[in-house]
């Protein structure tokens, strides 16, 4: 199966920045879609920004302009740039992969374990 592991969460300031990444292991055949999602305290999970395969973005509005999303495909990895951070941003951030683990098999969602993002005022 397909394992996402995260890694750039912290502490950090507001105004300040941090770059998340994922990489994808396990047995991949192919990954489409690869996003980001975060959690905070007593909210539903939200859509932070999503990449396709081709490198087509988009993000929530919420976000917009501040943080940007990209991927390395040879890696198998995902980035999330953060950038003038808000005491809004704090939640757990969550990778998820569109991903198919063989050929035969179809695609399925995967996701991270997440990791915890503070941004103090």
């Known amino acids: 199966q397909v394992q996402l592991v995260e890694s750039g969460g912290g502490l950090v300031q507001a105004g300040g920045s941090l770059r998340l990444s994922c990489t994808a292991s396990g047995s991949i055949f192919s990954i489409y879609s690869m996003a980001w999602h975060r959690q905070a305290p007593g909210e539903q999970r939200e859509l932070v920004a999503v990449?396709?395969?081709?490198?087509?973005?988009n993000y929530a509005h919420s976000v917009k302009g501040r943080f940007t999303i990209s991927r390395d495909n040879t890696k198998n990895t995902v980035y999330l740039q953060m950038n003038s951070l808000e005491p809004e941003d704090t939640a757990v951030y969550y990778c998820?992969?569109?991903?198919?683990?063989?050929?035969?098999?179809?695609?399925?969602?995967?996701w991270g374990q997440g990791t915890q993002v503070t941004v103090s005022s």
């Open positions: 998820n992969a569109v991903a198919a683990p063989t050929y035969w098999a179809s695609p399925d969602v995967y």
């Open positions: 990449i396709t395969s081709g490198g087509s973005t």
